[in-house]
């Protein structure tokens, strides 16, 4: 449930601290007062969109804060989110804080708990904790679209709808790549001509990968052969096979260094240090040795490497590549290719069609009938909820039109209808409906909806326009039902329903220093409550009998 709202310098509202308990809350006050404002400051920290004219003339930011009770399921979201939860309490079992910022060039910023959040986690806190009813919801069940986003979202059918929808963006992606191979047939024939024939030229030469720098390497030492010969038999004269050879020096100057250790012990260091000398130089002698029995001129096998390498270097300068991309380039058009081939696959592309036809038909043939009986338990609701509110003999009916095609949205239009009186037939809402029956059934579903709905805070925002006398009694005691089990909040103007509150609070507005207006809120308390309900009955003058009939309907 909602606990607490703080609210800065948002349009008319310069500092506001509001608490709110469980029951039914009502707000009252004059045309123009910011009764709706509050519903829309509130709206922000659930995610609603935002521009810079919320902003309080003359200030540079709005600051809107929203503390919540949570249930298991916002302590669960938390978690996934990795999103700090509040303080546990007696009360709710923990808290959660909304806050929204917007400044004057209408950037936004959103926190959850102090910590940054986006707006779609906002929106998806939102959902579990609040639903709002606007003002004009009347109208909007006008609109097709509408009443199938409300049934759906009262019977607990949008996953299986969102799942028909995509099944169904599925299948068109299907049709429309069958129907792009059979347009393209040519030019897709002449893309596959030209693959063709550069995955022939890659394949005559087979590049491998790493070849080029293999290669480049390889011909570098056929290239130089005589000049590494020449270099290593030098080498070796040097080291080991000349007259005067430098390991045969080391092995004379080692021996004559041990007789002489032998007499003095102090020679020991620098005859250790020549020993591993002499161990390194028989080592390299070796190394070199065995590498002169293999290097060898060959002309045959340079003419060979530099014909590969010139074949690479022109098949590179034909495709526009370095020599070393060849061999991914390579890859690539084998795989273009293959591509073109399975999409100029008509047979497996009509296969696709039929695949994805048949995952849309089920699913939408399931989501039908899962229509089907919740248009009966709705169509059954609404129609008690109408007898209430003085339409009685009335009936309303969710009626499924069934789709030439099926749709994103299924197999069939849902359709809202009602019967006015008893003996008439059921006729399309926006076709029989007047403005002050449109209001009560807008109204009846809303509380057949919130009734099914497990998010424990309702708001009605001036959703009783249109309705008076009697009627307003009805709703007055249907949203006290409500505020039994769930917190509801209620923008008003009628009498009727502001005296079913088990809390009131009036918002005023008055002058503001500056020449603006500001607009404040109190809590009232009974006395203050029967003033209130009276102005609301007698508008600006209140008489002893206004008073006296306030009196009344609070009492009763």
Sequence with gaps: MLRHLSIRDFVIVA????????????????????????????????????????????????????????????AHWLDEQALARGEPDSVDGGSVLLRRVIDINGRSRAFINGTPATLAQLRELGEMLVDIH??????????????????????????????????????????????????????????????????????KLAPQPGEWEEISAEHRRLAHSASLIEGVRGALDSLSEADNAMLGQLGSILSKLRDLADIDPALGDALASLEPAEIQLREAVYSLTHYAQKLELDPGQLAQVEMRLDALHSLARKFRLQP??????????????AALDEAADLDKLNAAVDACRAIYLREAKRLSKARAQAAKSLSAAVTAGMQELSMAGGSFEV?????????????????????GHAGVPAKPLAKVASGGELARISLAL???????????????????????????????RLLHQLGRERQVLCVTHLPQVAARGDHHLQVAKAAAPDGGTLSSVISLDHSSRVEEVARMLGGLEITATTRRHAKEMLAA
């Excluded at 709206?43 to 249930?71: K, M, Q, W, Y």
């Excluded at 299907?174 to 030019?187: F, G, M, N, Q, S």
């Excluded at 009626?399 to 069939?412: C, D, K, M, P, T």
């Design 446 to 476: 809303a509380v057949v909806a919130s009734a099914a709905s497990l998010t424990p805070t309702l708001i009605f925002d001036e959703v009783d326009t249109g309705i008076g006398g009697g009627v307003a009694e009805v709703v007055g």
């Design 15 to 74: 500092a506001l601290e509001l608490e709110f308990d469980r029951g039914f809350t009502v707000f009252s006050g004059e045309t123009g007062a910011g009764k709706s404002i509050l519903i829309d400051a509130l709206a922000l920290t659930l995610g609603a969109r935002a521009d810079a004219d919320v902003v309080r003339t003359g200030t540079s930011r709005a600051d809107i804060t929203a503390e919540f009770g949570t249930g298991p399921q916002v």
């Design 324 to 337: 070393e991309a060849l061999p991914a380039e390579h890859e690539a058009r084998r795989a273009q290719l």
């Design 134 to 203: 606007g003002q004009h919801a009347h109208q909007l069940l006008m609109r097709p679209d509408a009443q199938r986003t409300l049934f759906d979202t009262h019977a607990g059918l949008t996953p299986i709808a969102e799942e028909v929808a995509r099944a169904y963006r599925n299948w068109r992606d299907a049709v429309h790549a069958l129907e792009l191979a059979k347009t393209r047939d040519r030019e897709l024939a002449l893309e596959r001509e030209r693959l063709a024939w550069q995955l022939a030229e890659l394949d």
């Design 399 to 419: 009626s499924l039109v069934a789709l030439a095609e099926g749709g994103a949205q299924g197999l069939e239009q849902i359709e809202f209808r009602v019967a």
